[in-house]
């Protein structure tokens, strides 16, 4: 099976900032593949050069098999890649369904006669919502009464409607609770099931491990490793995470400062 999207060795620089270097990693068809890694680690870098907002300026950037470099984020989504950014592009006064087609709106009529048809994308939306287990009784109400979990899975709702293969979602459970994250990471995996590829970036080792299959560490650029689940546990996957030998040679020290 040709995956989804492949980076081989691939770099990025800032200038004379190096936020990437020699990364590779791989995202299935009905896999998550989990990027994890310190604030600087270059998760968003990564996933800024797969939605086709930066450039890779070293390696190999493949989509479905085929060597790409896109020069916009609409390149990208045109390939069916969908990224839900932290900052979640949405209009808060806007109603749940007109956010839902953000442009995209159905309308009845032609020429000067074209209206919205509020109806029906009203009715498409709570249908596309419905599908995804999410309930939302009133789609008229403005997005921005919504919690922050419910607007990512609007978010997800939206990319999984409008035929995504892929979907990135940066962070998506950073501001949240621990029950709102739960809903977020249910709706990861449904997405995951629908046959989406799904790349997860988070700094969470407790919020990726129950849904991914691959996690990508990364630090100051660098890959720290890849490892399929099968070959690593939750308590060495948040080891590695908080640094691991570093975080015990901080631990001698601070005895030493107690002592
Ligand atoms: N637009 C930019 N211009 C210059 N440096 C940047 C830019 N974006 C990110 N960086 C730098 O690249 C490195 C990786 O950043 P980033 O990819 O945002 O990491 P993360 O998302 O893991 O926190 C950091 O050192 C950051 O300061
Ligand atoms: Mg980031």
Redesign the pocket.
């Given at each position: 099976m040709t995956p989804l999207i492949e980076v081989k060795d691939i770099g990025?620089t800032?200038?004379s900032?190096?936020?990437?270097r020699d990364v590779s990693a791989v995202v299935n068809a009905g896999e998550v593949t989990c990027?994890l890694?310190?604030?600087?680690?270059?998760?968003?870098?990564?996933?800024?050069v797969l939605a086709g907002v930066?450039r890779h300026d070293q390696g190999q950037f493949l989509v479905e098999g085929e060597e790409i470099a896109f020069s916009s984020p609409r390149e990208a989504l045109d390939r069916g890649i969908a990224t839900v950014y932290q900052d979640l592009a949405v209009v808060p006064l806007m109603s749940v369904w007109r956010n839902f087609f953000l442009g995209s709106e159905p309308t009845v009529g032609f020429g000067p006669f074209k209206f919205l048809d509020r109806r029906k994308g009203r009715e498409i939306t709570r249908t596309a919502l419905a599908e995804m287990g999410i309930d939302l009784r009133d789609v008229e109400q403005p997005v921005g009464t919504l919690s922050g979990g419910e607007r990512q899975c609007v978010a997800i709702a939206r990319a999984v409607h409008f035929g995504a293969k892929v979907l990135i979602l940066?962070?998506p459970t950073a501001a949240l609770g621990v029950k709102q994250a739960g809903v977020v990471l249910k709706y990861v995996a449904q997405a995951r099931d629908r046959g989406l590829g799904v790349v997860l970036?988070t700094?969470n080792p407790h919020h990726a491990y129950p849904v991914g299959d691959r996690f990508l560490l990364?630090k100051?650029?660098r890959a720290l490793g890849c490892y399929e689940k099968s070959e690593i546990s939750l308590e060495e996957l948040t080891r590695q995470m908080a640094g691991g030998a570093e975080l015990e040679a901080l631990a001698h020290e601070l005895r030493g400062v107690a002592g």
């Open positions: 990025k800032y200038g900032v190096i936020a990437l990027v890694g310190d604030n600087g680690a270059g998760k968003s870098t990564l996933i800024k930066h940066d962070e970036i700094h990364l100051r650029g």
